[in-house]
């Protein structure tokens, strides 16, 4: 099984709107219900972040299920992706990893039409093994 089909990235706008409901750990890359990014191209633009976050990613082997590690993109006012980084980690071999995949991926621009809904905020990505046993 290659290591991506066995991780989950979950991909959540942070501060999006006060109405969005908590974030699910899915291992999909929606946004919230209710989000501004809840919308065919807030979806599109999350599915390709996800997509070429997952790419370059490269599970380390035998971590447990309970290791996860976050990841944050910034946005700036314009909705331009900043330098994307890991806030929290429960395990430097995964912490490690993600920072490879952070140098690895290509991120997508952010589409016109999203720029002034994302701008000032960041997508939050929860990476971990959800083949692992528990």
Same mark, same amino acid.
């Given at each position: 099984?290659? +290591?991506?089909?066995?991780?989950?990235?979950?991909?959540?706008?942070?501060?999006?709107? +006060?109405?969005?409901?908590?974030?699910?750990?899915?291992?999909?890359?929606?946004?919230?219900?209710?989000?501004?990014?809840?919308?065919?191209?807030?979806?599109?633009?999350?599915?390709? &972040?996800?997509?070429?976050?997952?790419?370059?990613?490269?599970?380390?082997?035998?971590?447990?299920?309970?290791?996860? +590690?976050?990841?944050?993109?910034?946005?700036?006012?314009?909705?331009?992706?900043?330098?994307?980084?890991?806030? #929290?980690?429960?395990?430097?071999?995964? #912490?490690?990893? &993600?920072?490879?995949?952070?140098?690895?991926?290509?991120?997508?621009?952010?589409?016109?039409?999203? #720029?002034?809904?994302?701008?000032?905020?960041?997508?939050?990505? &929860?990476?971990?093994?959800?083949?692992?046993? #528990?």
């Amino acid at each position: 099984m290659a +290591a991506r089909a066995a991780a989950a990235l979950l991909l959540a706008v942070l501060c999006s709107c +006060a109405s969005a409901k908590p974030q699910r750990e899915s291992g999909s890359a929606d946004p919230p219900e209710n989000s501004c990014l809840d919308n065919p191209a807030g979806r599109a633009y999350m599915q390709e &972040v996800w997509r070429a976050l997952q790419d370059a990613w490269v599970l380390p082997a035998g971590l447990e299920a309970d290791q996860r +590690a976050e990841l944050i993109i910034p946005y700036d006012g314009a909705g331009n992706p900043g330098e994307p980084y890991v806030a #929290r980690d429960t395990n430097a071999a995964l #912490r490690l990893s &993600v920072e490879k995949a952070i140098e690895g991926a290509e991120l997508p621009p952010t589409p016109d039409e999203l #720029r002034a809904c994302i701008a000032g905020k960041g997508i939050s990505g &929860v990476f971990r093994n959800t083949e692992a046993t #528990r």
